[in-house]
């Protein structure tokens, strides 16, 4: 996801500034590699109602055509191929401008575009975030795995799994008349080593996989996993799992959040990942889908993905693959004044990370001009794919056909689509 390459602002202001004679010293690739690069950019596979785009045209009756984006390092541009061949950060090179020098065109709403100027060049705005773990985190090359887990399953995560479980127990135990035969009778409070335990046999349950429970504490010596049984006895896993709780039943009944019964679990988890490690310049935002084919009112079904069936989750990640914050979609989510959707999920999870010179990479179900213009207005760059339909989108760029290797590029103040 990473666009580094050396003197890439000069290489930028090179191509906006060529004239069609100069392109024609490029080489380009055959036509059978942009087929291939373009078959890879296909639209987004997510399915939503038309009032989560709001950003969308839909008095453009042409078929939304996946276009590519491509942002220069060290710019507030980013750069639209409106054919199926990306701007590849190794090798797709151009041959032929067939823009003229001052045509001014409109999008559809009556937005002006016009040719890039002989002497635009890009803006820098400087990367000044800190990177890397925090170093109040003491953690150095020789702490174990379970130091660095412990930094996000941290004591304040534990301490409200424990409290929030006994808690229920007791709710349990006084609003139900047991039978003398009910496993319940055996109950008593969970501490934080115990719970422990509880969520390290979670973990290796999905590692050693078994068709029941009661096969984790099997004495066949074919099938025996004893490392459980010397953990935790089995009656006991299965009473914890049956109280195991994360919020207060008896205060948190708000209807309207689907989500309350892990509303402040996940508030925890998702603030230990701050707090532990400060990402790099480069961001993406992308969905994810958890599986789950159970019964639940918010399960998407998505046929582009691996699981199809799950729980999706909107994710801001590093280029490592660090999970910076993310968004459980349970259903319609409140949008902010005047932005759709999707764009509102990019800024909720960019809160706090703006005006620090970041790079945001998404695809077309995110991307669009009204988007790119407030995040240059936050001093944040974005790349990504953009649907040829979305508001404010250069005809030109939209509309002209074009053959392999050709371009055309429109500016807007410190826009520019190619």
């Known amino acids: 996801m990473s666009c580094k390459r050396p003197s890439i602002a000069q290489e930028l202001e090179d191509i906006v500034n060529s004239s069609p004679s100069d392109d024609e010293n490029f080489e380009s690739e055959s036509e059978s590699e942009s087929s291939n690069s373009g078959s890879s950019?296909?639209?987004?596979?997510?399915?939503?109602d038309n009032d989560e785009n709001s950003d969308i045209d839909d008095s453009n009756e042409m078929e939304p055509r996946s276009t590519s984006v491509r942002i220069y390092e060290d710019s507030d541009v980013?750069?639209?191929?409106?054919?199926n061949?990306?701007?590849?950060?190794?090798?797709?090179?151009?041959?032929?401008?067939?823009?003229?020098?001052?045509?001014?065109?409109?999008s559809q709403e009556g937005t002006e575009w016009c040719s890039v100027s002989s002497n635009y060049k890009p803006m820098d705005i400087p990367f000044t975030a800190n990177t890397g773990i925090l170093g109040s985190i003491n953690l150095t090359s020789e702490s174990q795995p379970i130091d660095f887990f412990e930094q996000f399953l941290n004591e304040d995560v534990v301490n409200c799994i424990v409290e929030e479980t006994n808690k229920y127990a007791e709710q349990f135990m006084s609003s139900h008349s047991l039978s003398k035969r009910s496993r319940a009778n055996?109950?008593?409070?969970?501490?934080?080593d115990e719970m422990k335990k509880f969520i390290g046999l979670i973990f290796s349950m999905g590692l050693v996989k078994k068709p029941k429970i009661e096969d984790y504490w099997t004495t066949?010596?074919?099938?025996?996993?004893?490392?459980?049984?010397?953990?935790?006895?089995r009656d006991r896993f299965k009473l914890l799992l049956q109280f195991l709780h994360f919020s207060d039943n008896e205060?948190?009944?708000?209807?309207?959040?689907?989500?309350?019964?892990?509303?402040?679990?996940?508030?925890?988890?998702?603030?230990?990942?701050?707090?532990?490690?400060?990402?790099n310049k480069e961001l993406?935002?992308?969905?994810?889908?958890?599986?789950?084919?159970?019964?639940?009112?918010?399960?998407?079904?998505?046929?582009g993905k691996r699981h199809r069936y799950g729980v999706k989750l909107y994710m801001l990640c590093e280029q490592s693959g660090y999970c910076l914050n993310n968004i459980v979609y349970w259903g319609k989510m409140d949008k902010?004044?005047?932005?759709?959707?999707?764009?509102?999920?990019v800024l909720q999870l960019m809160e706090g990370r703006f005006n620090k010179g970041h790079h945001i990479y998404t695809d077309n179900y995110y991307t669009s001009v009204h988007l790119a213009r407030e995040l240059l207005d936050q001093k944040t760059h974005l790349c990504g794919t953009v649907r040829t339909n979305r508001k404010e989108m250069p005809s030109l760029v939209c509309e002209t056909a074009l053959k392999s290797g050709e371009m055309i590029r429109q500016q807007r103040e410190d826009i520019v689509e190619v």
């Open 41 to 48: 950019d296909t639209d987004s596979d997510i399915y939503t």
């Open 78 to 83: 980013y750069i639209v191929s409106n054919h």
């Open 85 to 106: 061949t990306s701007i590849e950060s190794e090798g797709t090179t151009i041959i032929t401008d067939v823009s003229q020098e001052s045509q001014v065109t409109f």
């Open 186 to 192: 055996s109950w008593c409070p969970v501490n934080n």
């Open 220 to 233: 066949d010596p074919l099938f025996a996993t004893p490392g459980f049984r010397a953990v935790l006895s």
């Open 251 to 279: 205060q948190h009944n708000d209807k309207n959040d689907r989500l309350i019964k892990i509303r402040h679990i996940l508030d925890l988890l998702l603030n230990s990942f701050s707090q532990t490690y400060l990402p």
């Open 284 to 303: 993406s935002v992308d969905e994810a889908l958890v599986l789950w084919r159970g019964r639940l009112a918010f399960r998407q079904y998505i046929p």
């Open 336 to 345: 902010m004044p005047g932005f759709g959707h999707a764009e509102t999920v």
